[in-house]
């Protein structure tokens, strides 16, 4: 088992499994997590850096309300983790590489 998934196993009945790319580095995800679940699964909290102090942020309130977990998701910048579905060969650069 990879050391970085952080995945509960036991109890927990998930749909296909599928490789996203994070800043070029592929990740395990399943259909119907969010694009924030799969890199919280692999162990990265930090999805971005503010652009003056460049103070970490990430999930924070998981409902799209505090706008923390802006990545690029396939090209489209600011979207937001926490409301994006993985999908198969999604391409993700968080602001973190």
């Given at each position: 088992?990879?050391?970085r ?18 800043n ?30 460049k ?14 977990c ?28």
């Amino acid at each position: 088992m990879d050391k970085r998934n952080k995945r509960i196993h036991f109890g927990v009945e998930r749909k296909q499994s599928f490789k996203i790319d994070v800043n070029g580095e592929k990740i395990l995800a399943y259909d119907g997590e969010t694009v924030a679940a799969a890199l919280i699964a692999s162990g990265r909290r930090i999805l971005r850096k503010t652009e003056k102090r460049k103070s970490p942020r990430g999930l924070y309130c998981g409902i799209g309300q505090c706008q923390e977990c802006r990545i690029t998701i396939n090209g489209i910048p600011n979207m937001l983790a926490c409301q994006t579905i993985v999908t198969p060969d999604c391409k993700i650069e968080t602001g973190n590489k």
